[in-house]
T-cell receptor, first 112, second 116 residues
Framework: DQQVKQNSPSLSVQEGRISILNCDYT??????FLWYKKYPAEGPTFLISISSIKDKNEDGRFTVFLNKSAKHLSLHIVPSQPGDSAVYFC???????????FGTGTRLLVSP | SQTIHQWPATLVQPVGSPLSLECTVE??????LYWYRQAAGRGLQLLFY??????ISSEVPQNLSASRPQDRQFILSSKKLLLSDSGFYLC???????????????FGQGTRLTVV
């Protein structure tokens, strides 16, 4: 049962344009959401998070949007840079249970 | 500052052999600890998580087990490895919190396990 889904396995964007990565979840008990970036053979690194009490959180070029009614979140990267090329995972947690569940990942390729 | 150590970085084991991967965390107490596996073409699958010593939650039925003998130590084990156990294993920790608290998880560098 995949509770966190990233339906796009890959995304290609030109440098300078916006990258939009999407994530859907099924468990309404999730109340905290995170995005991670991962390079091959390395552990994921944290990018940005959002609590269910908010609908937007911004950190530099990264903005996460949360639509609780649709159980959907997205990560916007503006402007995209070639160094952003990596696999991006969304993750969700019920902070009461501390169980952190990841999506299947989206491979982002930013071309010069 | 908090750090997480995971070893070994790579491991090649024959089918039927035992497995022990170790993860330790420094600089924090009572962390939540996680084991994930990233198999080829798949996402990060949660295998086990622990909110305290001796408290292990298993997410998927499998050939693996986990133990937490100390507060900041998390061990992933198998008595007999299968070919399907090959993958990239990641240990992570997070602190308690919610709302606007920082509950991000921090990952080790991972172990590439190849079962031959």
């Amino acid at each position: 049962d995949q509770q966190v889904k990233q339906n796009s396995p890959s995304l290609s964007v030109q440098e300078g344009r916006i990258s939009i990565l999407n994530c859907d979840y099924t468990n309404s008990m999730f109340d905290y959401f995170l995005w991670y970036k991962k390079y091959p053979a390395e552990g994921p690194t944290f990018l940005i998070s959002i609590s269910s009490i908010k609908d937007k959180n911004e950190d530099g070029r990264f903005t996460v949007f949360l639509n609780k009614s649709a159980k959907h979140l997205s990560l916007h990267i503006v402007p995209s840079q070639p160094g952003d090329s990596a696999v991006y995972f969304c993750a969700a947690m019920n902070t009461g249970f501390q169980k952190l569940v990841f999506g299947t990942g989206t491979r982002l390729l930013v071309s010069p | 500052s908090q750090t997480i150590h995971q070893w070994p970085a790579t491991l090649v084991q024959p089918v039927g052999s035992p497995l022990s991967l170790e993860c330790t965390v420094e600089g924090t107490s009572n962390p939540n600890l996680y084991w994930y596996r990233q198999a080829a073409g798949r996402g990060l699958q949660l295998l086990f998580y622990s909110v305290g010593i001796g408290q292990i939650s298993s997410e998927v039925p499998q050939n693996l087990s986990a133990s937490r003998p100390q507060d900041r130590q998390f061990i992933l084990s198998s008595k007999k490895l299968l070919l399907s156990d090959s993958g990239f294993y990641l240990c992570a920790w997070s602190g308690l919190g919610g709302g606007d608290s920082n509950t991000e998880a921090f990952f080790g560098q991972g172990t590439r396990l190849t079962v031959v």
